[in-house]
């Protein structure tokens, strides 16, 4: 069974700094783009950041430029998503995806999900 599964989420003040990882295990994804999207209480699903294969190329939503940074890890199946200057609207659970094909932030591009990770940004 293909899976990517998400890590470091968690509590953290306004204004502080996580970095999340996603990994595969089924299958290796270094070939893929990958993205990261996320979910608030009460909203839509919507997109943050995303990497091509190479890690060379990103792209990411307006609300997080400056601010988040999408990169690969060495072996290129691993994805991270430093986050810093986090806010209060930044709360909510953050999924990987694994795109086949082209580099995008439209959710239906995506294939392959995990199951997410919480991040609460609160005094």
């Known amino acids: 069974q293909v899976q990517l599964v998400e890590s470091g989420g968690g509590l953290v003040q306004p204004g502080g700094s996580l970095r999340l990882s996603c990994a595969p295990s089924?299958?290796?994804?270094?070939?893929?783009?990958m993205g990261w999207f996320r979910q608030a209480p009460g909203k839509e699903r919507e997109f943050v950041a995303a990497?091509?294969?190479?890690?060379?190329?990103?792209i990411y939503a307006d609300s997080v430029k400056g601010r988040f940074t999408i990169s690969r890890g060495n072996a290129k199946n691993t994805v991270y998503l430093q986050m810093n200057s986090l806010a209060l609207e930044d709360t909510a659970v953050y999924y990987c995806a694994a795109s086949v094909g082209r580099l995008t932030g439209y959710s239906s591009d995506y294939a392959y999900w995990g199951q997410g990770t919480q991040v609460t940004v609160s005094s």
């Open positions: 990497v091509d294969w190479s890690g060379g190329s990103t």
């Open positions: 089924g299958r290796t994804f270094g070939t893929f783009a």
